[in-house]
């Protein structure tokens, strides 16, 4: 059972170009999510997915895309990459059932936009 | 708007020494408040989650605390370990009408450094 698990751990983008983040959980959860960890800034949620085939904005989605072809895999692409999306990403999932359903987090993926 | 305040934003104590940690919340309406361990380069792993009608939950030597009257929450940890460095993150979850998903405010977290 390895929970959330994110591909790649690291990478270097050059300005302009794509890539694509790859969030697979074992875990049978319903809901699945992109964060950015900034310095001095809490998680802040890119987009989300309350099940496969669904997905939905968050706070700050602008300049990402998500796909959840999959229950199990929830993926975030960057079109055209920017400095500013210079940051460490987060996948988490959840069950939806209940007020106290946890939150499983993936290890991160450390993206620089150079 | 809802935020999430947490202080102090670094702390270093001791091995075998307490400490607590602060988190202020104006989250609305409330619905739980999470309180996450964040090792470097790791991810966030629970330590507890707590409701409105909870106002102290443990979970070994992490205790927290919850004030639902003056929003407020707290994170002891008593007998402190090494391995307790880390960055200590104070999570506000929102009642969301029928819907089973509540938008989680997170806070910037507190860095706690260990020394032997």
Request: proline residues 3%.
């Amino acid at each position: 059972n390895a929970g959330v698990t994110q591909t790649p751990k690291f990478r270097v983008l050059k300005t302009g170009q794509s890539m694509t983040l790859l969030c697979a959980q074992d875990m049978n959860h319903e809901y699945m999510y992109w964060y950015r960890q900034d310095p001095g800034m809490g998680l802040r949620l890119i987009h989300y997915s309350v099940g496969e085939g669904t997905t939905a904005k968050g706070e700050v989605p602008d300049g990402y895309n998500v796909s959840r072809l999959k229950k199990q895999n929830f993926l975030l692409g960057l079109e055209s990459a920017a400095p500013s999306q210079t940051s460490v990403y987060f996948c988490a999932s959840s069950f939806w059932r209940g007020i106290n359903y946890g939150y499983t987090f993936g290890s991160g993926t450390r993206l620089t936009v150079v | 708007k809802n935020q999430v305040e947490q202080s102090p934003q670094s702390l270093i104590i001791l091995e075998g020494k307490n400490c607590t940690l602060q988190c202020n919340y104006t989250v609305s309406p409330f619905s739980n408040l999470r309180w996450y361990k964040q090792d470097t380069g790791r991810g966030p792993v629970s330590l507890t989650i707590m409701t409105f009608s909870e106002n102290t939950k443990s979970n070994g030597r992490y205790t927290a605390t919850l004030d639902a009257d003056t929003k407020q929450s707290s994170l002891h940890i008593t007998a402190s370990q090494l391995s307790d460095s880390a960055s200590y993150i104070c999570v506000v979850s929102v009642r969301n009408g029928g819907t089973s998903y509540g938008k989680l405010t997170f806070g910037q977290g507190t860095i706690l450094t260990v020394h032997p």
